[in-house]
Structures are given as C-alpha cells and as structure tokens.
C-alpha cells in the first residue's frame, strides 16, 4: 500500500505554464521527497523537504509543506517540453522505509 | 562518476523459476534500497540494508523474496518460485546518507513471468 497519494492523476499544459502537484501522506514523516520519472532517465531525485520546513526552492521548482495537513505541492515553473514526466512523492518516515505515492504524470505540450 | 548499475536490465522467467537480480550501487554509499514498481504505480518498498545488515525487509511480499549484500557493496535480490503477480520492474537505490534521504536510482530491471 502506498503512504502518499498525488493528486491529479494526469496534467496536460502548455509549455511556459506552471505545473502544480500535490501529494498527501497518512502519518509523521521526517522528511518527503520529490522525484521525477520518465523512460529515458529512470527515477530522479529533485529535492528534499525535511519536516521543520514550509518551503524550498531548487531553479524552477517551489515545494511546500503542510504537517498539519499532511500534505505537500510541487511547483513547476515556466514549463518546457523536456518536463514531461511522472512526478512522485515520497515519504520518509523516520524509519527506513520511504513510501512513495502513484505518481502525477505530466504532460507538456510545445 | 557511475551511477547505481542493475542486471539483467530485462528477465523472461516461466512461473516456477528462480531468479536473481544484481544491483551495483554507488561506491561508497551506505543505503541500499530495492523497490518493486508495478505498471503505471509508484515504487513500492521491499527492503533496506545500511551497509551489509538488512534493517528492514519489512516490504518483502513473501518469503519466497530474499535479499542479500555481504560485504556491504553489490546487492543482490532472489526470487524463488516465480509467479505472474511477480512481474513488475524492479528498482534499487542507493544513498550516501543512512536511512530515507536522498536515493539515487538504477534503471531497473523489468520482469516478466510467463
């Protein structure tokens, strides 16, 4: 079973739009993590959120964190075509185990 | 410098099989993770090693899953008795850092059971 669950499903934008993923998880997490996913490159760390923080930024990319909600987004700013991919969220919750949702996948047309 | 390598990158295995699946992570990383993906899913944990000691094999769906790395490097994974519901990609990761941080992935090894 899968801790997170990313929400949508699918996403089809334009290219030069943003991109806006969310993920909801089920208990404390020590930290969550993005990735991203597509057949050329396999799975891709993109960045790291630990618990005790609210946002943070890596290039395009804008995360935040909610604990109380238990939930998180990631913002894909100014969108190109080579974004295309899925996108998922991933859990750490203070053990070993990283639990990942089903992933958002991203489609962005040129 | 390399990245985490796996082999075979594709295995064809009729039901009843034993198969072995190899995973070459980044040298010196302490993490080592296998993740099971099935079609249009994400990653689903098996088992962590921090350095040659299995932690936690806590996502082992039976025990006809074994996983091994004896001397804290190569990993290798084992499915005895292969069935259909086994075929999935199989993911390993690995980390510089103890425990669920940043994992760098393999390409994977995808699993048909016929």
């Known amino acids: 079973s899968q801790q997170g669950e990313e929400d949508p499903q699918a996403l089809s934008i334009q290219e030069g739009e943003n991109a806006t993923m969310n993920c909801s998880y089920k208990?404390?997490?020590?930290?969550l993590q993005w990735y991203r996913q597509n057949s050329g490159r396999g799975l891709v760390h993109l960045i790291l959120?630990?618990?005790?923080?609210r946002e943070k930024h890596s290039g395009r990319l804008r995360v935040t964190l909610d604990t109380s909600k238990k939930s998180s987004s990631l913002l894909i700013t100014a969108s190109r075509a080579a974004d295309t991919a899925s996108y998922f969220c991933?859990?750490?919750?203070?053990?070993?185990?990283?639990?990942f949702g089903a992933g958002t996948r991203l489609f962005v047309k040129a | 410098g390399a990245g985490v390598s796996q082999s075979p990158r594709y295995k064809v295995a009729k039901r009843g099989q034993d198969v072995a699946l190899r995973c070459d992570p980044i040298?010196?990383?302490?993490?080592l993770f296998w993740y099971q993906q099935a079609l249009g899913q994400g990653p689903e944990f098996l088992t962590y090693?921090?350095?040659?000691?299995?932690?936690?094999k806590s996502g082992l769906p039976s025990d006809r899953f074994f996983a091994e790395r004896p001397e804290g490097s190569v990993s290798t994974l084992k499915i005895q008795r292969t069935q259909q519901e086994d075929s999935a990609v199989y993911l390993c990761?690995?980390?510089?850092?103890?425990?669920?941080?940043?994992?760098?992935f393999g390409p994977g090894t995808r699993l048909t059971v016929t």
């Open positions: 040298s010196g990383h302490v993490s």
């Open positions: 208990t404390s997490i020590n930290n």
């Open positions: 991933a859990a750490a919750a203070g053990g070993f185990k990283t639990i």
């Open positions: 959120i630990r618990s005790n923080e």
């Open positions: 090693f921090q350095n040659e000691a299995q932690l936690d």
């Open positions: 990761a690995s980390g510089i850092r103890r425990g669920g941080y940043e994992q760098y």
